[in-house]
Every structure is written in structure tokens, then in C-alpha cells.
């Protein structure tokens, strides 16, 4: 089993390769392939050809993502639903697709996608497995990028999602064919035709089936708050579960027929292997499913003792498989979940003594689950930046009542489908569980909330608590090196502090909220925002994505009260606690505020504040003319935020504002009526921010207003490419933004440390 190492390296090779894509790559390949079949080296040619499969795999994932070109293009595509999830008007849509085809002649062809996630509004009744010819419009794969929080893009990517968008009404969409026969839709009517609470349904559907779709946002907001979201997906337990049932039924059958050779024979862990397998394919062999197949059919290998590998040579031999089948799945946290909780139940178990008796087991059990819970905090903490404080204690309960009753239940349910009455008390005794399981996780919440670090301490926070799961699971290691090491990084865990503003020291940051913006304005006490963000259609407010509930904003001035300025105002009043709104006279936020007028100044913390305009009387103005304008100085910086006023009425204000100005976020998302010549020539910011949607449809930021600001000698960023843009202010030395989006190929001599920043038109 000298493989296992090798094969697991050049799956995570081949991984890295593709990613890569250094230049000559594919030439290399091909002259190690000839030089070490030439050599007759196999075993190197095999593990060669490991690398190819796995680089080959992610070169065609990167490549299919929808070309730019096609950008708002009318496409008409035909595929199959995957599934099917609708939230009032609109239907969320993730479509296999068959056949792609630009309906405008010239266009870059579209042949290469595979998978897409649309929406349809007032869509027609849809099913999964249905096959559907749409017209559909998108773009490339992309989403917010802002410090901390949910990374939109990362998923689609790991998802193997290559375009998003939304089906035009026109043509209409057309039915080509109803679903066929599957095995798992069969399963879910059968279930939704049984006498069900809706409640039993949706944890039986997930939990048995892996539907995690049927679960609803409040059973998902939930497990995430008390940290059991691994119970809920198709995992090891459930496949492994399967096996070890079929492995029992099956070896006793042996032991029954052949009763003096029934421990050497193979067949029952055939058929166990082949259990796993059905069991997978049954529930959508999704990757969480997959992955727990290949693992459980590794186990068994190594469970039956004939020449099978040692424990971490089985880790290594999945690891090399489950990379080598989806490569994309090393961008799944849970993959990295399970290993890493896997390996460090190998520590904790390997070389002792097995459990002897109730006692015994059941205090392993939990000894095993209080070593497990530091490490997989940090592994969350990692994944999701956010801690669930009550999740130890909660899974202490929640994991051996899922695995030893709810799992068995619901699959016993399913065995005595044909004994209807038996059915249905296994499943009544599921749901009384599962209510009780609920009913205990709100209590734990409730309890002990999630916590959500800032994230600057995420990365520390979490090497700190995976030291401490070390500390515990290495074996032959003293007590006294144990508790001190976890006293010690207890204390530093407690004394661990995101860098707070000095006095007199600002925090800008313009936050990625698509076509709108956003600005969060922070010092050591005092919190701005300026405006809040666009709300969609669907009724999805960017805002929702940046920070908990419960967060505390002194101040929200909100510039006018268009969408994409004040959209997120109705969940910033319903979810935050707010000090005082700010608005212009005239304008209608949905909450009470107070005007926002000319002249109005205060401090805090040392940082002044200003507002330029608008004047007392506003009603000759349009609402975008009515915006207000603020100035902010912090030491010898200076910030100057202007909302939607147009050129007219930056002329107005033009002369109040100081000099000079180190950053300014551009009027309007760079919109060619603002930032007029005058203001450009005689403020010659240092840098200007455009807060604008990645391929908006507006062509912001304008070329016009590009090349006004090049010739000023103004640095320029836009939350489009470089997604939120971060500075401090009140130092007196040289300002340098950073940016969520890393994007080194952006970066230009010609501009110095500037970006160049170019119009999409």
C-alpha cells in the first residue's frame, strides 16, 4: 500500500496544476508521460496520468465559465432541473445544461457550459429532472468581495457553476420532457404522500434522502447557530450506518450457512460495499454523499483485515480518491471537515485499549467528542468565520441522538415501506425526536448565540483552538504540558483583539454591494454608515451578507432615497440598532430621520465631520441633486463622499471643500454627470473610489471620468474589480488602500502603485 501517499500527492498535484496553469505545462506533462514510459517506470507513469486526469478536470472547469462577450447576451439553452426552489415570485432554477446557442448570429459560442443558476420570475409550475428550453440571459460567475463575509464567487466555483442570470419571458419557456425515472424522486413522493408533519417531512427528506433543499431558511439559520449543520447532509454516519447494518444482516446470514467458516467469508462485505454504493447513488450522489462513499468503501477495506492498509494509509488512499473523482471538492470546506476529523480520530483512538462495557463506551464516546469539538471549531471558524459557543455541548446530545436513533428510525422507515403500519410508527417516533432535537438546539441558541469574530482574528483563532485539539489527541503526552499549553493559549485567545482605531484615526471602508454603495465610517467610538446599499427584486439587500444581527450603528446617513442608495434601510431598522438617521428634506426612507442640511457639523473621537449640502430648500431638486453630501477629516486627511449630485451641483459646494483631498468616492458610480472637470481640476483627490456593480449595465465607471482622473494624477479603484476598498485615515504618513480582490494583473508600471482602472465601454 505504498500507493496511498503517492496517489493522494499527485491528485493534490494535479489540483494545484490546474489551478496554475503554468505556461508549457500540458509539454511537460507530455515528455514526463513518454520519458517514464520509455524508462518502463509504471508505477510513475500511473501516478503521471493521476496528475493529467485531475489537472484536465479543473483546466475544463476554468474554461467553461461564460465568455465576457456573451455578457447580456440572449442565449437559448435546453437542460435539465436539478432543482427547483421557489421564494414568492421568484423561482430559483439550477439547470444541467445540453445545448447552448447565441440567438444574435456573430456571437461567441456558448458550447461549453454545463451547469447554470438562473432565476424566473412568475415562473410556470417546474420540477426537478424536467427537461427545458429557456431564453436566458447571463454572466460570469460572480459575487460580493468584502472582509469576512460570504464569498458568493468561491461557491458557484466549488459548485462547478459557470454563469448566472434570469430567463426572459419572450420566447416563452417550453416543457421538452417530464422527468424520468429516478429513484430518489420516487422516494420523496412517496414521502410527501404519507401522512407527515411538515416538520418530519423536511428532517426525514434530509436527513435520509439528502434533500437538504426541502429544509427551510429558518431550519438552516438554526443548525448554523448551534453548529450541527454536519448532522443534516449525507455523511459518513448515514452511508457508513447503511454498510454496517448490511455488514451485520449479512454476516449472521453467514454465520447461519456456513457456521465453521463464516468469519472467512467475503461476500457480506461485497455486499456492504455495494449497500454504501446504493445507498449514494440513492440520495443524489452529491459531493458530500460521494465523498462518504469512497470513505465508507476505504473502511470497510480496512475493517475486514485481509490485506488491507493501515489506518493512515486508508486516510491518504481516500483523500488521493475522493480529489482525484471531483477535483473541485478541494475547495469544499467539508471535505477538509471531514479529514481533518477523521485524522484526528485516528490519534485519538489508535494504540488504545479497546472500551470495555456500557460505561466504558459511552465514556469514550463523549471523550472522543469533547476532543473533537476545539478542532472542528477551528475547521468552522475557518470555513464560516463564525463560532457556535454551544455547539460542543449541543453535539455532546445532538450527535449520538442522530446517529443511534434518528438516522436508525428514518432508515427503518424506509426498509418497512411495504408494512405500512410499522412505517409509520418508526417515522412518528422520528419526529417526536427530532421536535425534542429542535426544541433542545433554540434552547442552546438562545443560550449561547453564535458569535462572529471580526476578521482579523479569525485566522489566530482558529490556529489557537486547533493546538489545543492537538494538545489533547497527541498521545504520551504529560498532563502538566496539556493544561498549561491550554491555559496559555486560553489566556491568549482572551487577550486577542481586532485592531481598534486611536483617537483621531478613521476607518473607511466602501463595501461591495454591487450597483449601489455603502460606506462604513469607524473610529475608536463612533460608527457611520453613509447610505446602505441597493435591495434587489428578489428582495435580497446586500447589506444582509456584511455583518450579524444585532450590530450597533451610531449614525446612518442615507444619501437620497433611490434603491440603490437606500435599499437596505427596512433591514438595517428591523435586524440593527441605530443611533439617528440622516436623510435630505424631500426624500421618503421608510423610516423616521432627521434632515441632513448644509452647514451641520460635529466630532467624534477627534474626526470632524461636515455636510456640504443639500440646503434647507430642496424642492426644485431632483432626488439624486438632493444628495447629501459629506466631508469627512481625520489629522491631515481628508474624505469627501458626494452621493448623486450632478456637475451643477458640485459647482455649488465646490468652494466649502478642503484642501487637500486624499479620497474621494466618486459622485454618481462614476457616471459621466458627476465629477465635473471643475471639481476634478481643483480637487485632484488622491484617490478615488468608484462603488460600482461588477459587468453593470451602465458602463460605470464612464471612460470620460476615467481618463479625467489619469490626467489629475488621482489613483483609482472600483469595487467592481477590487471588490471593498479599505483605507485609514489620520496618520500623517501615505495612505495605501487594500482591497478584498486580490488582483496583482491589474497593477501597472505605467501607473505607478495605481491601478488602472479602465471603462467597460
Not at 460570469?140 to 466549488?158: K, T
Not at 417530464?178 to 408533519?197: N, Q
Amino acid at each position: 500500500m505504498g500507493v496511498a501517499i503517492p496517489l493522494a500527492l499527485a491528485s493534490l498535484g494535479g489540483v494545484a496544476l490546474g489551478w496554475l496553469a503554468p505556461p508549457g505545462v500540458v509539454e511537460a506533462w507530455g515528455l514526463a508521460l513518454l520519458g517514464f514510459a520509455a524508462a518502463g517506470r509504471w508505477r510513475q507513469l500511473g501516478l503521471v496520468a493521476v496528475v493529467a486526469l485531475t489537472a484536465g478536470q479543473l483546466l475544463l472547469a476554468r474554461g467553461a465559465d461564460l465568455p465576457d462577450g456573451l455578457l447580456r447576451a440572449d442565449l437559448a439553452v435546453e437542460g435539465r432541473l436539478e432543482s427547483v426552489a421557489t421564494q414568492g415570485a421568484l423561482t430559483r432554477l439550477l439547470l444541467r445544461v445540453d445545448d447552448c446557442r447565441p440567438l444574435a448570429p456573430g456571437r461567441l459560442p456558448c458550447d461549453d457550459l454545463r451547469r447554470i443558476r438562473i432565476s424566473h420570475f412568475q415562473a410556470p409550475p417546474m420540477q426537478p429532472g424536467e427537461r427545458w428550453a429557456l431564453t436566458v440571459r447571463l454572466r460570469p460567475p460572480a459575487g460580493f468581495a468584502n472582509p469576512g463575509a460570504f464569498d458568493y464567487r468561491a461557491w458557484l466555483w466549488r459548485e462547478g457553476i459557470q454563469a448566472t442570470g434570469y430567463v426572459r419571458d419572450e420566447p416563452s419557456p417550453k416543457r421538452l420532457a417530464a422527468p424520468g425515472a429516478s429513484p430518489r424522486r420516487l422516494a420523496l413522493t412517496h414521502l410527501h404522500e404519507r401522512d407527515l408533519s411538515p416538520t418530519a417531512y423536511r428532517w426525514l427528506a434530509a436527513l435520509t434522502l439528502g434533500a437538504g433543499e426541502r429544509l427551510e431558511r429558518e431550519d438552516w439559520d438554526l443548525l448554523n447557530a448551534s453548529g450541527t449543520t454536519h448532522l443534516m447532509v449525507i455523511s459518513g454516519l448515514h452511508v457508513g450506518l447503511v454498510a454496517a447494518f448490511t455488514l451485520l444482516v449479512t454476516r449472521g446470514v453467514a454465520r447461519l450457512v456456513t457456521p465453521g467458516r463464516w468469519r472467512l467469508a467475503t461476500w457480506p462485505w461485497w455486499l456492504a460495499g455495494a449497500a454504501a454504493i446504493g445507498y449514494a447513488w440513492l440520495s443524489g450522489l452529491q459531493p458530500p454523499a460521494m465523498r462518504a462513499m469512497l470513505m465508507t468503501l476505504v473502511g470497510l477495506w480496512v475493517a475486514s483485515g485481509r490485506h488491507a492498509p493501515g489506518p493512515w494509509q486508508a486516510w491518504w488512499l481516500a483523500l488521493g480518491l475522493v480529489v482525484l473523482v471531483d477535483p473541485l471538492s478541494v475547495w469544499r470546506p467539508g471535505l477538509w471537515l471531514s479529514f481533518v476529523a477523521v485524522a484526528l480520530l485516528i490519534l485519538i483512538w489508535q494504540g488504545r485499549a479497546r472500551p470495555r462495557g456500557v460505561g466504558g463506551w459511552v465514556w469514550a464516546l463523549v471523550r472522543t467528542q469533547l476532543l473533537l469539538a476545539p478542532l472542528m471549531a477551528a475547521a468552522v471558524l475557518l470555513a464560516f468565520a463564525r463560532l457556535a459557543p454551544a455547539a460542543p455541548l449541543v453535539n455532546l446530545v445532538a450527535v449520538p441522538l442522530v446517529s443511534s436513533l434518528l438516522v436508525p428510525l428514518g432508515l427503518a422507515g424506509w426498509l418497512l415501506a411495504p408494512l405500512p403500519p410499522l412505517s409509520a410508527l418508526c417515522w412518528w417516533l422520528f419526529e417526536r425526536l427530532a421536535l425534542a432535537l429542535i426544541a433542545l438546539l433554540e434552547f442552546a441558541v438562545s443560550w449561547l448565540p453564535p458569535w462572529w469574530p471580526v476578521p482579523e482574528t479569525v485566522l489566530p483563532l482558529a490556529l489557537m483552538l486547533g493546538l489545543v485539539a492537538l494538545l489533547w489527541a497527541l498521545p504520551g503526552l504529560v498532563a502538566g504540558l496539556r493544561l498549561g499549553g491550554s491555559a496559555l493559549l486560553a489566556l491568549a485567545m482572551l487577550t486577542l483583539a481586532p485592531p481598534e482605531p486611536e483617537p483621531g484615526a478613521l476607518r473607511v471602508r466602501v463595501q461591495d454591494v454591487g450597483q449601489g454603495q455603502l460606506v462604513e465610517l469607524r473610529s475608536a467610538g463612533y460608527r457611520l454608515l453613509y447610505d446602505t446599499g441597493p435591495r434587489y427584486r428578489s428582495g435580497f439587500a446586500p447589506l444582509a451578507s456584511l455583518w450579524p444581527a444585532g450590530q450597533r450603528f451610531d449614525t446612518v446617513l442615507v444619501s437620497h432615497d433611490d434603491l440603490d442608495h437606500a435599499g437596505g434601510v427596512p433591514l438595517l431598522a428591523e435586524q440593527h440598532r441605530v443611533g439617528e438617521f440622516l436623510a435630505p428634506p424631500g426624500e421618503s426612507i421608510g423610516v423616521p430621520f432627521a434632515p441632513c442640511l448644509r452647514g451641520q457639523r460635529w466630532e467624534r473621537d477627534g474626526v470632524r465631520y461636515r455636510v456640504l449640502w443639500p440646503p434647507r430648500d430642496t424642492a426644485e431638486l431632483s432626488s439624486n441633486d438632493r444628495s447629501c453630501v459629506l466631508e469627512v477629516t481625520a489629522g491631515e486627511h481628508r474624505l469627501l463622499i458626494t452621493g448623486d449630485v450632478g456637475r451643477r451641483i458640485e459647482r455649488a459646494f465646490l468652494l466649502d471643500v478642503e484642501r487637500p483631498l486624499t479620497a474621494l468616492v466618486a459622485g454618481h458610480h462614476g457616471s459621466r454627470t458627476s465629477s465635473g472637470p471643475q471639481l476634478v481640476q481643483r480637487l485632484s483627490p488622491e484617490h478615488v473610489i468608484y462603488s460600482a456593480g461588477r459587468h453593470n449595465a451602465f458602463g460605470h465607471p464612464h471612460a470620460e471620468v476615467v481618463r479625467r482622473f489619469r490626467r489629475a494624477g488621482s489613483c483609482q479603484w472600483s469595487t467592481a474589480e477590487d471588490g471593498a476598498v479599505t483605507l485609514w485615515l489620520g496618520g500623517d504618513g501615505k495612505i495605501t488602500p487594500t482591497t478584498a480582490r486580490a488582483a496583482p494583473w491589474r497593477r501597472s508600471g505605467v501607473e505607478g502603485g495605481c491601478h488602472a482602472v479602465e471603462s467597460p465601454h
